[in-house]
Nanobody, 121 residues
């Protein structure tokens, strides 16, 4: 199995910054794409940013220019640097990773339990 553990959430004032981290552990043979989603109360879970194993990135329009996703493949860790935070960024942020646990075993999608980010004065 694969476990994802997020950290770095919290309360921040508008215009502030936070850095989220997500470490994958377990019986991992290989990790493909990793990413971050977020879900605000009463809304669906939406993609925030994703990054391939080769470093190609993709961002939601609402966070372009403010958020940066990166990863450390040696540590099986993905990061989300969030700058110029706005109240509308308030949500639970979930880490996801597509990984396989063995040769011949299909890649599967794994999720963390989420970390709360609140942007408020």
């Amino acid at each position: 199995q694969v476990q994802l553990v997020e950290s770095g959430g919290g309360l921040v004032q508008p215009g502030g910054s936070l850095r989220l981290s997500c470490a994958a552990s377990g019986s991992i043979l290989s990790i493909g794409a990793m990413g971050w989603y977020r879900q605000a109360p009463g809304k669906q879970r939406d993609l925030v940013a994703s990054i391939t194993s080769g470093g190609r990135t993709n961002y939601a329009d609402s966070v372009k220019g403010r958020f940066t996703i990166s990863r450390d493949n040696a540590k099986n860790t993905v990061y989300l640097q969030m700058n110029s935070l706005k109240p509308e960024d308030t949500a639970v942020y979930y880490c996801t990773a597509r990984a396989t646990t063995g040769w011949g075993i299909a890649f599967d999608d794994y999720w963390g339990q989420g970390t709360q980010v609140t942007v408020s004065s």
